[in-house]
């Protein structure tokens, strides 16, 4: 389904800073193949915070908001953006009503009533760290925004003798939370928690293991005169997972939930608080929260530190700041209004994980269910790894080096107070989720090795990595049996180690990793010129019908998408497959393939991560003008400014970071040897402002000298002024600083950048 382009529109006044070039809505669907599952809300770059409009719960709806949807149930503090697996959190749910108490949030898809309410798109607005809509059932006009740890709505209600904010503190985007708790503790404040655990769905629908407690603390603009709770306790024996909670019994039941007036303080398995007030037409109401997943008093302390008061206006301007410092870190010239909108909310997209998991004070929760306080670094959670190491974590180590670090260190600590020992693949507060295949952990250690990027054990970070690959790696017989993508993703994380091992004075395992990396040539079958997937005895699995059907011997790809991966060694990948010329020609049909709007399908399916280093092979096979067609193919076709504009889940922030390399005019074909390969730039002219702490010059700029939009092929390139004749360029050449220059043509220029 093709939904309608997104006007871009109520920009803060004629504006023209880096915020005000970001759309929000840009892939917030989570319908057909171009679903990006991204929400609108407000938070800041890495906050906490994610305060976003809910359209569902249940389904396979990572975001909690999908822009088909006519109505809303509310918004709350939490969120994730660009996953599938059902998703997680959506915890604090605050909705303003009127008229009689309802308990039940309704489902629209059943027609099912509940407080929730229509809605219309054209009331809608969104920017980074402000959203707004009117809720037409009830005549209020509904604004959020954030701060890092807290966030606040503001409420403009019609005159109403029965006005309400009603919390339901059970909600949970893929179910609900197993208990909770709520306490007035002051005329305008509440205090709780909302304990989430896989009997209660979520991440996977609780097969990812979520186990977190949110804390929060609440204020009302006005003074807790009637108010009261909600309670119903589930029906013995009853699942209290995804599948509950997307029924009609559900509705049915939390629609009578018992309610409790004036109660000071309640624990229960389904819990909500109201607070009910008159007002006068136009009469503004705000509510508060901070949130922690330490402790209360850490939710107290970061409400306090960043919304003391309350200036909705004022945590609005302060978040726009943040971004435009955020966002500022790229300047993009050139293009068309739609190519630098994408660009923007790509990078907007990029930097929403991985999050800042801790307090004010430093405080956060730790692998082994105690908190911890660290100051040296902050610790992060929602590591997406399988997908972000790809493209995303790259891009960190260009504008954002030390959350590079906070992550590494995070996932090192988690390792070590969970007591397991290894690198998760997939981590979702503190859970080892064991999402996905491969040990995508140690490319992004050995790429920020090889970047310079240090601040961790790398001691420590070496000896995880080794636990992790023999936990999770290839077995002695160097392949996995009757799985194409483990064996490769497998075979890579060895080469990364190898790298490691190599940095670190330790030549023998170095050659042990690198020998084991050669994984790929034990799956190639001559017989048939291409991946096969072999059993526990060594024999070649059957051949299937056709090679590009889907979950073969692969996950989440095909046979003839997952071959392809062997970053590491595109020269060994070329001579199985007959020499570079073969291989590139091979690849180039792989392309033509490919429908024109690049959705899921069998053949470069940008819509998923197993090929996004694949438009890069042609550089390393002495093709390069098919790298810079191919990538310009992409970011013109796959992305666009729509709530379609993502041709695929966003997947934490690797399919915005995949256009914002490329765009840019480079990007990895191998995480770890610290190198990018060029692929020519979309803008007229991009400038890297550098990190002083982890580069020697200030920007670096690349410039595209075109007569025409057409202009995509490289004919020259200067770095500083001297002739650029190779296809790559080096991590450490950029953060030296300087100048890198393209001219530009029509046609290819197949003299250049030949290696």
Known sequence: MLLPLIAYVLHLGDSTSPSSEVNPFIGATCVGDTAGK?????????????LSPDTITGGDNGSGYSYENQTIEGFSF???????WYGDLGNLLVMPTTGPLVTNSGREAEKIDGYRSPFRHATEVAKPGYYAVNLDRYGVRAEATAAPRAGMLRFTFPQNRRARIQIDLARRVGGTAVEENVQVTDSHTIKGWMRCTPDGGGWGDGDGHPNYTVYCVGRFSKPLKTYGAWSAEPPTGQSLKREWVESRGFQAWSRDAVRFPMVKSMTSKHLGFYLEFPTQTNEQVSFKAGISFSSLGGAEQNLNAEIPDWDFDGVRKKATRLWDKALGKIDVQGGTQEQRTVYRTAMYHA???????????GEHPSGDGKTRTDQAFTYRTIFS???VFRSQFPLQSLINPAVVND????????????GKGYLERWEFLNAYSGCMVGNPAIPVISDAYAKGIRDFPVQHAYDLAVATGRKFGNPPSG????????TLEYGFDDWCTSQLAASLNKPDEAKHYAERAQAYRKLFDPSVGWFRAKTDTGAWEPWPAKGNTEWVWCVESNPIQQGWFVPHDPAGLAELLGG?????????????KTPQDMGWNDYYNHSNEPVHHVPFLFNAWGHPWLTQKWTHEVVTRAYHDSVNGICGNDDVGQMSAWYVLAAMGFHPLCPGNGQYEICGPLFDKVTLHLDPKYATGKTFTIRAKRKSPSDIYIQSATLNGKPLTR???????IIQGGELIFVMGSAPNKNWGTR
């Not at 392949?479 to 483990?486: A, C, E, N, T």
Request: aromatic share 10%; hydrophobic share 35%; glycine share 8%.
């Open 38 to 50: 991204t929400f609108p809300g407000a938070t800041t770059p890495f906050g906490m915070v994610q």
């Open 78 to 84: 939490t969120h994730m953006s660009g996953v599938g």
């Open 351 to 361: 930097m929403l994980d991985p999050r800042d998991a801790s307090d004010v004070t």
């Open 385 to 387: 790894g399988w997908d």
């Open 407 to 418: 992550e590494i260190n995070s996932l090192i600590q988690l390792a070590d107070t969970s």
């Open 479 to 486: 392949y996995f049996p009757g799985d194409l993508s483990q």
């Open 580 to 592: 570079p010329d073969k291989a590139s020609a091979l690849l180039d049909d792989f392309f033509t």
């Open 727 to 733: 296809s790559w360029i080096s991590h450490q050449e």
